[in-house]
């Protein structure tokens, strides 16, 4: 009898040990399954509780290597919590807690180059310049409930214009968010740049609708405001002062 209770505590105690030294290669194999590999770890270092990598955008950009910690305790109810910060002391950093149920952010400040976060995330928009981030001190989603608030910019924004080697500036764009239960509703705007730019968003849990208006910006040359108006005109419905509406919805369920 005791041999067998032996046996048993020294196979828990070895379950144990692995489950407590799990390489930090599982959170790159999460990472690959839930962004579908575009976005990965590489050079992982420690355990999946403590560790570290350099973070990887398909199809190639490399950032900062990233520190993560992450609770064992409340796996035990089906919640991963935790917080994350780049190695040097700068963004990316964030506390999180996922659920199925929905996720809590907090001191969120993330800044990555335009380019390397459209491709990643299939929206490849003709060589797009200037650098995305966003900044939270706290956003929720729980049980389909929004709270909190959310600021997403792009700050030096421009994107390759019609002729090959011009460029349309965008200024810095900025898209405020903010957590009105049902849904997280958003006001863009930009300031500078060779465009104007303003509009609405809204997601929920079911859906997401985006209506945003471009009109080259009074001032400019007269002909690089004929090319703009020109390329704006392929993608958008005309609007009766000089600027062109895009709408986007998508079901998310």
């Known amino acids: ?6 046996i048993v505590v020294g196979v828990l105690l070895f379950a144990l040990a692995l489950l407590i030294e799990a390489p930090a290669t599982l959170v790159d194999r999460w990472l690959a399954a839930a962004s579908r590999e575009r976005v990965r770890l590489a050079d992982l270092r420690g355990t999946v509780w403590n560790g570290s990598g350099m973070l990887w955008l398909a199809p190639g950009f490399a950032g900062a290597r990233i520190q993560w ?14 917080s994350l910060r780049a190695e040097d002391g700068n963004s990316p950093r964030a506390v999180f807690a996922l659920a199925n149920h929905g996720f809590v952010l907090r001191d969120v400040e993330v800044a990555l180059p335009a380019d390397a976060v459209l491709r990643a995330v299939a929206m490849p928009l003709a060589s797009a310049g200037g650098t995305l981030g966003l900044r939270s001190d706290a956003l929720a989603l729980r049980s389909d409930v929004f709270e909190g608030r959310a600021a ?15 460029r349309i500036g965008l200024g810095d764009v900025r898209l405020d968010v903010v957590g009105d239960g049902r849904a997280l509703t958003g006001t863009l705007a930009n300031a500078g740049g060779d465009v104007d730019i303003s509009g ?3 997601l929920a849990s079911d859906a997401m609708l985006a209506e945003v208006l471009v009109r080259p910006r009074a001032g400019i040359d ?24 895009f709408v986007w919805s998508a079901r998310l369920k």
């Open 1 to 6: 009898m005791r041999t067998g209770i032996a």
């Open 69 to 82: 910690h992450l609770d064992a305790m409340p796996l035990l109810w089906g919640e991963a919590r935790g």
């Open 152 to 166: 997403l910019h792009w700050d030096g924004a421009n994107l390759q214009g019609p002729i090959p080697g011009t």
């Open 200 to 202: 609405t968003t809204s």
């Open 222 to 245: 007269a002909e690089r405001s004929r090319s703009i108006s020109s390329t704006l005109a392929l993608l958008g419905q005309p609007d009766a002062k000089n600027g062109y509406r």
